[in-house]
């Protein structure tokens, strides 16, 4: 298994455009995770699911945020009308059940909108 | 609310030196408490975990005790090396999430 995948690494984009960012988790994991990360701070969790129910959504994921996990598989992080507080790194995080044993983190997706 | 409090950097070493990194936690109930670590250019990493009071979590050459009374989980090593420069992350899970605290980066100078 390679771990946790997230594509793309980086994505520039100028305000009011709409992104989608992608997470491969660790393929026998039912439970996949999005993070925000911004300098000099530590993640900061907007969503979960276990399998392809969306159980858990932070009050920092706004109505421009939706996140889907179709077939309990790949999740996508869409981000309509981008602004620039959305620049940050995104990050994805795959687990077996709860967190109680720790989550496997993707490389992230450092986003900057212009 | 569950949050963690965790020593502010950054901390610069000589190599061989002891290492401190102070983290305290405020939550309901008995969370686990974990350190990952995020090396230069790469992704967050589990360093070590505890999952209940006085459990000790460990891996390369780290160690963190989970401290009840204290509501403390305090990452130390015995002899650093440069490979160890990073940024390293206190954080606890009660629920579905984890709660981080805020970094320390850690540099060690040959």
């Known amino acids: 298994d390679t771990g946790v995948s997230q594509d793309p690494r980086h994505k520039i984009t100028k305000r009011g455009q709409n992104v989608t960012f992608r997470c491969d988790p660790i393929?026998?994991?039912?439970?996949l995770y999005w993070y925000r990360q911004t300098l000099g701070q530590g993640p900061e969790f907007l969503t979960y699911?276990?399998?392809?129910?969306?159980?858990?959504k932070s009050r920092l994921l706004s109505d421009r945020f939706s996140a889907e996990r179709p077939k309990g598989s790949f999740s996508t992080l869409e981000i309509q009308r981008t602004e620039q507080g959305d620049s940050a790194m995104y990050l994805c995080?795959?687990?077996?059940?709860?967190?109680?044993?720790?989550?496997?983190f993707g490389p992230g997706t450092r986003l900057t909108v212009l | 609310g569950n949050s963690v409090t965790q020593m502010e950097g950054p901390v610069t070493l000589s190599e061989e030196a002891f290492l401190t990194i102070n983290c305290t936690y405020t939550?309901?109930?008995?969370?686990?408490l974990f350190w990952y670590v995020q090396y230069p250019g790469e992704g967050l990493q589990l360093l070590l975990k505890?999952?209940?009071?006085?459990d000790k979590g460990s891996n390369k050459g780290f160690e963190a005790t989970y401290r009840k009374e204290t509501t403390s989980f305090h990452l130390e090593k015995g002899s650093v090396q440069v490979s160890d420069s990073a940024v390293y992350f206190c954080?606890?899970?009660?629920?579905?999430?984890?709660?981080f605290g805020t970094g320390t980066r850690l540099t060690i100078i040959p």
């Open positions: 505890a999952t209940k009071a006085d």
């Open positions: 393929s026998e994991h039912n439970r």
């Open positions: 995080a795959s687990s077996f059940t709860s967190t109680g044993q720790g989550e496997f």
């Open positions: 954080a606890l899970s009660w629920g579905e999430k984890l709660t």
């Open positions: 699911f276990q399998n392809e129910a969306q159980l858990e």
């Open positions: 939550a309901t109930g008995y969370p686990s």
